[in-house]
């Protein structure tokens, strides 16, 4: 979907928080960009807050490096088409249209609605409500088709031709109707809506005076959400229940659009016999594509989902707890190397033993003579005996490691395909209880404490299959626990919140969970949702994503410089995304225009945009300017409006050595000197004529330094200032002192601010 969000709509910087014990003093723009550590009132013999803080910032950016490298992953193997129903992260994950805040253009919705028949009694009944109060909320089960009932509802109302306005799932009611900004004639739309926070809490009087407002303007709103939203007495009058169409209805819609492929009889009645079992329209769909391409054996193998009667035969036999404890393990473990699930699966054992001792019922009830007598553990071929017994569900691989290990491959243990994964989780979760999940909690703890990235990152990718199924346990008794941790629990409650992002339903209640964080919730959890706010989920709700750093930017130091890595890491993350970049670059551009000079926002805001314009790519030492400008053309004149900012405030040293690592690493490239002539131009606009010609002598003595004098990083720099012998200011003296500081300048490899 294309997210063409006016940043004028709702982007007004969010407020500053009052005063509290973890505010920010005031900042001043000093020439090294970083507040002055003050020991005033320091008890003999405990340890101050200021002394704390270095601790807690070296903790923090262990924390960001570890998420710089799951990111560094995610963008070398899965950037682009990635299929979000799997176990697949990726930015570029395809979403349905709607579910990303922004304009849903016309043609996403004609592909969105290609085969849809809508379901009855229920579309009568939402068409009549949205016509008659202009707004109605679609409640019912996951995966119903409520997204494309919603858009089928729109354009029934508005026309083919009308563009829709999908709004954030968080707070985007009380933001509505607390707003002047309805547009005539538009159609909005909140997919998965999930509940406003308790101190904006939507009131039936809001609600009304909502709907009043829609009416007048002739503009609607349709609303999905699950079915506790009926029981919310503000919207309980405007509910009603969805369900799916018909499925042999719609697979025979589907046909009829679609080229003929002729079947036998007895074909085409397992086949209707199949579909009519599908509850979700999707599944139905997809069945009906795959027909008159693959044939009707391929479309049999969708329907039956035969990962799913594997998995549900194995469990079927009620294993033993050898059996049973391998296999939880790898739910939750897939992909580590064997001599790793070795380790921490006896560490699984561990805990359900401790647990029995207990004196409550075992995880796993065995026979006697299923049991594992203690001196036949070492003696049995127990890699070749599981794995015979999880046949058709596990397999092994030889892959490579990571870091120093790349070279070096090993084997794993890894499921026959994501699927079996996304259903072993689903029957443990249905089948067992208290008995195998305490003890499996108590072991997922240890490794989002003591586990290497790895492992930690293969414990959120299971915990986010988890809460599929029990997300408020998953929020409860894990995600709450580890988001005040350590940093590793931290990242790992992190990295969750971004695997759940990959299920439709669950992207709004990570959102959700984020912003709990952010509400008085102390400092470590205000850190977790910082760095939970970068990757995917900064990627699906952009401008929420950027409303909520900005607002932890202002937050105490800790907080702040935490805001900052993941607004840093977020740009860094966008580089294949021209959209995305753009849109970060033009928020930081409107949040610097909006605050007043010499105010503390404006400091912050000035922090920002150097640690932005000082960022380096996620892969290699080059500045992520550098590369921006090489493929994001348009970039140059939204960089050129921050450069000229930072230049003219105390972070100006900062800035003129960022702008020269960027000419240096461009020198080779004859393609960009077309951007970085319009980064120039954007420079010189915002620039009086007295600061340009101070930048041309500055810049020059600047490209003098060793680590900038390379031949063809001065052309370029001619390139971007026109002349580096241009007017000569009328006191240089003076303008150098008020400038810059040439004193030294930092090493071209640059480095992280802190």
């Known amino acids: ?289 795959v027909l008159p391409r693959e044939g009707a054996e391929k479309a049999l193998d969708t329907l039956r989902d035969r990962y799913r009667e594997r998995v549900q035969e194995w469990f079927r036999q009620q294993p033993s707890a050898d059996d049973l404890l391998p296999l939880a393990a790898l739910a939750f473990l897939e992909g580590v190397p064997e001599r790793t699930f070795e380790k921490e699966c006896a560490a699984l054992a561990a805990h359900v033993h401790g647990w029995e001792q207990s004196g409550e019922r075992p995880a796993a009830e065995t026979d006697d003579e299923t049991r594992t007598l203690p001196g036949v553990a070492v003696a049995r071929q127990s890699r070749a005996w599981w794995r015979e017994r999880a046949e058709g569900l596990v397999s092994t691989e030889h892959r490579p490691g990571q870091g120093r290990d790349a070279g070096r491959s090993e084997r794993r243990l890894v499921f026959t395909s994501s699927r079996v994964r996304e259903l072993v989780i689903e029957e443990l979760h249905d089948l067992y209880g208290y008995g195998l999940w305490y003890p499996l909690r108590l072991w997922l703890g240890d490794l989002a404490l003591h586990g290497d990235l790895d492992t930690r990152t293969e414990v959120a990718r299971g915990v986010a299959l988890l809460a599929r199924h029990a997300l408020v346990e998953v929020d409860e008794n894990l995600l709450k626990v580890w988001s005040e941790g350590l940093t590793n629990q931290r990242v790992t409650a992190a990295l969750t919140l971004q695997f759940m992002c990959d299920v439709e339903h669950l992207a709004p209640q990570a959102l959700n969970i984020v912003w709990s964080w952010t509400d008085n919730s102390g400092q470590g959890r205000a850190v977790t949702a910082a760095m939970a706010l970068t990757g995917r989920l900064g990627s699906l709700y952009r401008l929420d994503a950027l409303n909520g750093l900005w607002f932890l930017a202002q937050r105490g130091e800790r907080i702040a410089f935490s805001a900052r890595r993941s607004l840093v890491l977020l740009l860094q993350t966008s580089e294949h995304d021209r959209e995305r970049a753009l849109f970060i670059l033009r928020y930081v551009r409107t949040v610097m225009a909006r605050t007043a000079r010499g105010t503390r926002e404006r400091s912050i805001a000035l922090h920002t945009t150097v640690q932005l314009l000082e960022a380096v790519r996620l892969e290699t030492a080059e500045p992520i300017t550098a590369a921006l400008l090489r493929s994001v053309p348009d970039s140059a004149r939204h960089l050129g409006a921050l450069w000229a900012e930072a230049l003219h405030s105390g972070n100006r040293s900062r800035a003129v050595s960022a702008l020269c690592r960027t000419l240096v690493q461009l020198r080779d490239d004859p393609s960009v000197t077309g951007a970085v002539h319009e980064l120039g131009e954007a420079m010189r606009g915002a620039m009086t004529g007295r600061q340009w010609a101070a930048l041309c002598h500055h810049l020059s003595i600047a490209l003098k330094h060793p680590d900038y004098a390379i031949p063809g990083a001065r052309q370029l720099a001619q390139v971007l200032l026109g002349s580096l012998r241009a007017r000569a200011p009328e006191n240089p003296r003076r303008t150098t002192a008020r400038l810059m500081s040439t004193a030294s300048f930092p090493s071209a490899q640059g480095g992280r601010s802190k």
């Open 1 to 289: 979907m294309a997210d063409v969000t006016d940043l004028e709509d709702g982007l007004g910087p969010p407020p500053v928080p009052a005063p509290d014990e973890d505010a920010e003093p005031h900042v001043p723009d000093d020439i090294d960009g970083a507040p002055q550590a003050r020991d005033e009132g320091a008890v003999p013999g405990r340890p101050s807050e200021q002394r704390r803080e270095p601790d807690e910032r070296e903790e923090d950016d262990r924390g960001y490096d570890d998420l710089r490298r799951v990111h560094q992953l995610v963008n070398n193997n899965f950037y682009g088409v990635v299929d979000a129903t799997g176990a697949g992260f990726g930015f570029g994950a395809v979403s349905s249209p709607g579910l990303a805040p922004g304009t849903v253009e016309p043609e996403e919705v004609d592909r969105a609605l290609r085969f849809y028949l809508p379901p009855q009694p229920c579309f009568d009944e939402a068409l009549g409500r949205l016509r008659e109060n202009s707004l109605v909320v679609l409640t019912g089960q996951d995966n119903c088709g409520r997204g494309a009932g919603c858009l089928a509802l729109l354009r029934k109302i508005l026309g083919g031709e009308a563009k829709v306005r999908s709004l954030s799932p968080a707070n985007a009611l009380a933001d509505l109707a607390a707003s002047r900004d309805i547009k005539p004639g538009q159609g909005y739309m909140i997919l998965d809506y999930v509940g406003e926070l308790p101190d904006r809490a939507v009131q039936a009087y809001e609600i009304g005076r909502l709907s009043e407002e829609l009416r007048r303007k002739g503009a609607y709103l349709v609303v999905t959400a699950a079915d506790t939203t009926r029981r919310r007495l503000a919207l309980r009058d405007h509910c009603v229940p969805w369900c799916a169409p018909e499925p042999v209805e719609l697979f025979e819609r589907c046909r009829k659009m679609l080229p003929h492929a002729p079947l036998t009889p007895e074909t085409e009645r397992e086949l209707l016999e199949r579909v009519g079992e599908q509850r979700r329209p999707g599944d139905v769909v997809a069945a009906a594509l």
